[in-house]
């Protein structure tokens, strides 16, 4: 089992689930004020993508695609599309792994100036930012009149028909993971 394609995959997933209840919200609710370490849901998912671009950018080697940052404001619409594109190119970078490429080294842009880090390295942080932030929205959800959706059932077979009707519409090949 390729395990960082099994994260990918449920990164995609939830990604799908908890934009999906967004998209529920009115843009009041999108943009209101909330606790958490950004304000908003809104610039919570803004980090979110913007953080995945960037962490791509590093793992495919991209010095210059790490410079890139998005606006300050997205649509949800926009928004999702850009996401959906972020969690496509990780699943097909981890659908290229091998044990040699994940021991590279990526040249990671910082502030101090670029950082030599492992790919694997890399992919769990990129994962585990995912989860964290994923949470903070997921938390803000239960603050409006949406409910959160479910994050949590993916990877044991036993949740296989709590999420068939998610990977139908997701059009995903249930042998996949």
Not at 91 to 101: F, G, K, N
Not at 102 to 127: T, W
């Amino acid at each position: 089992m390729n395990s960082f394609l099994a994260q990918a995959q449920n990164n995609q997933w939830s990604n799908r689930r908890l934009l999906s209840a967004c998209f529920a919200l009115s843009q009041e609710e999108y943009v209101a004020k909330r606790t958490s370490f950004f304000p908003s849901i809104e610039k919570t998912l803004l980090h979110i993508v913007d953080v995945d671009q960037f962490y791509l950018a590093a793992l495919e080697f991209d010095i210059e695609g790490q410079r890139n940052e998005l606006p300050d404001t997205l649509s949800l619409h926009a928004l999702s599309q850009l996401q959906a594109a972020a969690d496509a190119r990780l699943i097909a970078y981890c659908e290229r792994l091998d044990d040699q490429s994940l021991s590279r080294q990526a040249r990671v842009v910082r502030a101090e100036g670029i950082v030599l880090e492992r790919v694997d390295c890399l992919l769990l942080h990129l994962f585990q930012h995912q989860i964290h932030h994923r949470g903070q929205v997921h938390a803000m959800l239960s603050g409006t009149r949406v409910a959160p959706p479910q994050l949590d059932e993916f990877y044991l077979d036993a949740d296989l028909p709590l999420r068939a009707m998610d990977e139908e519409r997701f059009s995903w090949p249930t042998g996949n993971i």
